[in-house]
């Protein structure tokens, strides 16, 4: 599973999680001792989940999800919880507790390794988040901070684990190679038409071409490129007869089949290619440019990614080897969304 971090500038933001989640590698689950609840008094003092040294208590977890909590009813409304994404009956609700689960696992056991590689934060880190930390609790208001137990401390902790671990990251994958050519990352820009070999009924099903539509396809395919070969304006051509509602793509080497990739990457800016036949049916391709700008450096800087991610990945699978995950299920699966507010829902008898 691709974690979010590869598409970000900052490799790992987990306080991104309070605003837009993620996913991560998963980690084995290992019951905490039963007496944990018991041992427990103050609800924000409860330890969720132990990563090595690292633990994560109530009153983070909580942190995390209400903001996720109001992000997800704004766009989703307040029933979208109990709505059920698969056959097997998971809930909304319990996928996003999984993938918020696995976001903080990581940045745990990410920031556990700190003291292994000799990697703080500087006072000047600290005292940014000293302010990023009162800022974010101006948005609270008294109330919530005693029904949840938020403190500043909380808070702050918080943005030391990302911090943290974005150090990590860039420190692990200072020496990964950046020089990324024009060439590797081409990204190309073209028009095109579509002579498809099938249609659609009213109800919107494919229907497949009888061997004299096939036919009739082909002549058509035929007509097109004649006319194209004739036109100063071929993407007005494209927008009359084309078969596909989209007549332009950008594209970079093996995003396309062969057939069509041998027919285009050749092209200079300005040519026509030849009429392409497929299963889908005959494509006709006019080479906008050759070499898109934003198209091609956005590529390069994923490539970069991929090599960093690489590199990261190798000591990361280790460490999950190496590190210990507990969590307490018994209060896991007491944390709720649902509701006005989110926290522990009552132990059903």
């Not at 109330?143 to 401390?153: H, I, V």
């Not at 990251?169 to 024009?182: K, P």
């Not at 700008?293 to 990945?313: G, L």
């Amino acid at each position: 599973m691709k974690r979010k971090w590869k598409k970000t500038s900052l490799c790992l933001i987990l306080v991104v999680v309070l605003f837009f989640g993620g996913c991560s590698k998963k980690n084995e689950e290992k019951d905490t001792p039963p007496t944990l609840l018991e041992e427990q008094t103050k609800p924000q003092d409860m330890v969720i989940m132990t990563v090595g040294t690292q633990k994560l208590t109530y009153a983070e977890l909580m942190l995390y999800l209400r903001s996720r909590k109001q992000e997800i009813e704004a766009l989703y409304g307040t029933d979208i919880w109990d709505y059920q994404l698969d056959a097997e009956g998971t809930t909304y609700e319990a996928m996003l507790k999984e993938q918020i689960l696995n976001d903080l696992i990581y940045v745990k056991l990410v920031c556990a390794q700190a003291g292994f590689l000799g990697i703080t934060l500087t006072e000047d880190e600290l005292l940014d988040i000293d302010e990023y930390s009162a800022s974010f609790l101006a948005e609270f208001t008294e109330q919530d901070m005693e029904y949840y137990g938020f403190s500043k401390e909380t808070v702050k902790g918080i943005y030391k684990d990302n911090l943290l671990a974005n150090k990590i990251y860039e420190s692990l994958t200072l020496n990964v190679d950046t020089e990324v050519s024009d060439e590797e990352a081409r990204q190309m820009q073209f028009w095109y038409i579509l002579i498809a070999k099938y249609g659609y009924d009213e109800e919107g099903n494919r229907l497949e071409y009888t061997e004299e539509q096939l036919e009739e396809v082909k002549k058509r395919a035929t007509d097109t490129y004649e006319r194209a070969l004739e036109t100063e304006d071929f993407y007005s051509l494209a927008r009359e007869v084309s078969d596909d509602n989209d007549i332009e793509i950008i594209v970079g080497r093996f995003e396309m089949s062969k057939e069509l990739e041998e027919a285009t990457f050749s092209l200079k800016q300005g040519e026509l290619s030849q009429m392409v036949e497929n299963e889908k049916g005959y494509f006709l391709f006019y080479c906008v440019s050759e070499l898109e700008e934003e198209s091609t450096n956005a590529k390069k800087e994923e490539i970069i990614k991929e090599r960093q991610e690489k590199v990261f990945d190798e000591s990361y699978r280790a460490w999950q080897d190496e590190t210990e995950v507990k969590i307490d299920k018994q209060l896991w699966e007491r944390v709720t969304l649902k509701g006005k507010d989110i926290g522990l829902k009552e132990i059903e008898e």
